[in-house]
C-alpha cells in the first residue's frame, strides 16, 4: 500500500493556500515572470493570475508586484509578504511530508 | 487560516483505504448489517457494497462474513483482517491528525 494525502489552507471556506499556489509564487520568483511561471505549470496566464488575485483576497495581502516595461515588456516578483507565506508554507509542507511517511511507516510498514 | 487534508491509501493506483471505508466498516461492525450502515451514510446498499468489493479486490482479502437467514434475514460481520486493518487505519488516522494539527499550529498560529 502507499500513502497519498493532499493538504490545503482554508479561510471562511475558501482555499488561500496549498501546493498550486506554493509552485506558481516559487515559479514566479525564480522566472520573474506570471507568464512564465503558468506555463511551466500548463496554466494559462489568466488562471495563474486569477488564483493570485483569489488568493489576495482570502489573505487579505499583496503577493505580486508587477512591473511594467523593460526589457522583455514587465514582469512580477513577490511582496515581502508572499515571500514569507512561501516560506513559511514550504517548511510547514516539509514538515508534513516527513510526518506523514513516518507514520504511514511505523503503522503498514514496519511490521 | 484553518488547515485542511485528505488522506487515503492506494495499491496500484486504486484506491484500497481511506475514511470513507473505514466508517462503512465500523458501521457495519456496530450495527451488524451493510444496509443499515449504508443508511446511516446515506450510501445506497449497492454502493456500499461496491466498495467493499473493490476494496477486497485490491487488498486481496475478504473483509465481511455475510450471514444468511434469522431474525432480520441475514446480516454482516467483520472478518478478523478487516477487524485489524479497521484499527490500524484507525490508530495511524489518530496519528496523522495529531502530528497535521501540531504542525498546522507551530508554523501558522504560534506566532
Redesign the interface.
Known amino acids: 500500500?502507499?500513502?497519498?494525502?493532499?493538504?490545503?489552507?482554508?479561510?471562511d471556506g475558501e482555499?488561500?493556500?496549498g501546493d498550486g499556489l506554493s509552485r506558481l509564487l516559487s515559479g514566479i520568483a525564480q522566472q520573474g515572470s506570471i507568464s512564465r511561471a503558468a506555463f511551466s505549470m500548463k496554466l494559462s496566464y489568466r488562471e495563474a493570475w486569477g488564483r493570485i488575485k483569489r488568493a489576495e483576497e482570502s489573505l487579505g495581502v499583496k503577493l505580486l508586484i508587477k512591473q511594467v516595461g523593460g526589457e522583455e515588456g514587465g514582469g512580477a516578483r513577490l511582496t515581502p509578504e508572499a515571500e514569507r507565506l512561501l516560506d513559511?508554507y514550504r517548511?510547514?509542507r516539509t514538515?508534513?511530508e516527513a510526518?506523514?511517511a513516518k507514520?504511514?511507516n511505523?503503522?503498514?510498514e514496519a511490521h
Open positions: 500500500m502507499e500513502l497519498r494525502y493532499k493538504v490545503w489552507l482554508e479561510s482555499t488561500v493556500f513559511q517548511k510547514f514538515e508534513v510526518a506523514m507514520i504511514f511505523d503503522n503498514f
